[in-house]
């Protein structure tokens, strides 16, 4: 069946650090990806996505690409914040089938 | 400033307990989905609606959890009788079929079975 793995954590990083979190997925189909942040006592947000092979989604300083060679939809930002210390989820999601698949999270924690 | 609502954030409660969560979806979302989260199993998809219809419920252990939406502004989980188990974090989501995988969780409500 369709399945999302990500790279386990916890991830430690100084501030200004590079990150990568990686995901891949396995997926009959043509999915969209996802990539959903949950903040200490939170739900989820949507952090960006992508709909379509090597399109690249992007948001507050956080890129992912989305490689159907690969199957995967690696996340990365150039330099991290104490601020973005939170657990980042990877997710897919068939229009058809019309539910969100979700990674197991990855815990990120940026030290000052 | 629209998101979604769920109550109660917390519940503490015994084993054998009815215990009912309820959401309210953003205005105009058609999908409402229902998902646990614990350390040991992540992220789990219990149920989920479109347009107030159960599209979806295979998450969900089908002898004590039952979920329904009696109107559009209303989304319900109920587990009876609870146990220990069942103590976890029970997030609400709610989007709209036309932007398709964006979702906007509610805060989640906590629950623990004693």
């Known amino acids: 069946g369709d399945s999302v793995t990500q790279m386990e954590g916890p991830v430690t990083l100084s501030e200004e650090a590079f990150l990568t979190i990686n995901c891949t997925y396995t997926?009959?189909?043509?999915?969209?990806l996802f990539w959903y942040v949950q903040y200490p006592g939170e739900g989820l947000q949507l952090l960006l996505k992508?709909?379509?092979?090597?399109d690249k989604g992007s948001n507050k300083g956080f890129e992912a690409t989305y490689r159907k060679e690969t199957t995967s939809f690696h996340l990365e930002k150039g330099s991290v914040q104490v601020s973005d210390s939170a657990v980042y989820f990877c997710?897919?999601?068939?229009?058809?089938?019309?539910?969100?698949?979700f990674g197991q999270g990855t815990e990120l924690s940026v030290k000052p | 400033d629209a998101r979604v609502t769920q109550t109660p954030r917390h519940k503490v409660t015994e084993m054998g307990q009815e215990v009912t969560m309820r959401c309210q979806p953003i205005?105009?979302?058609?999908?409402v989905f229902w998902y646990r989260q614990t350390m040991m199993q992540g992220l789990e998809l219990l149920a989920y609606?479109?347009?107030?219809?159960?599209?979806?419920d295979s998450g969900m252990p089908k002898d004590r959890f039952s979920a329904e939406m009696p109107d559009a502004t209303l989304a319900t989980l109920k587990i009876q009788p609870s146990e220990p188990r069942d103590s976890a974090v029970y997030f609400c989501?709610?989007?709209?079929?036309?932007?398709?995988?964006?979702?906007?969780f509610g805060e989640g409500s906590r629950l623990t079975v004693l």
């Open positions: 205005l105009g979302h058609n999908t």
């Open positions: 997710a897919l999601f068939y229009n058809q089938g019309g539910k969100l698949i």
């Open positions: 609606f479109r347009n107030r219809a159960p599209l979806d």
């Open positions: 992508a709909t379509k092979a090597d």
């Open positions: 989501a709610s989007g709209s079929a036309g932007r398709t995988g964006e979702l906007f």
């Open positions: 997926a009959t189909g043509y999915p969209s």
